[in-house]
């Protein structure tokens, strides 16, 4: 189960510590009503689902976001739509 991280101040305690963070959004951000990305000057990569209709694993998450860390501002992992047809 995805969990928030935190309110604005915990994004930008994280930044003040660690300067360049690739922020990891659930699918949910993909919305057209979805919040701003907490920290909008930073890469971001948003997870969907492998088009297999499987979850990704923690090793692609990974790959994928370090990809993020030496260049890019965003990414998307797999696909976000349609919302019926993510996993179960």
């Given amino acids: 189960m ?8 915990a994004w930008e305690a994280v930044r003040a510590r660690a300067g360049r ?3 990891v959004l659930t699918s949910a951000y993909a919305a057209p ?3 701003p990305a907490p920290l909008a000057d930073q890469p971001r990569l948003l997870l969907g ?5 499987r979850w990704h694993t923690p090793e692609e998450i990974s790959a994928a976001a370090l990809r993020l860390t030496g260049h890019g501002d965003a990414d998307v992992l797999g696909v976000t ?3 019926d047809d993510r996993p179960a």
């Fill in 2 to 9: 995805y969990m928030p991280f935190g309110d604005q101040a």
């Fill in 21 to 23: 963070v690739v922020q």
């Fill in 33 to 35: 009503d979805a919040p």
């Fill in 49 to 53: 689902w492998h088009p297999s209709k």
């Fill in 81 to 83: 739509r349609p919302w």
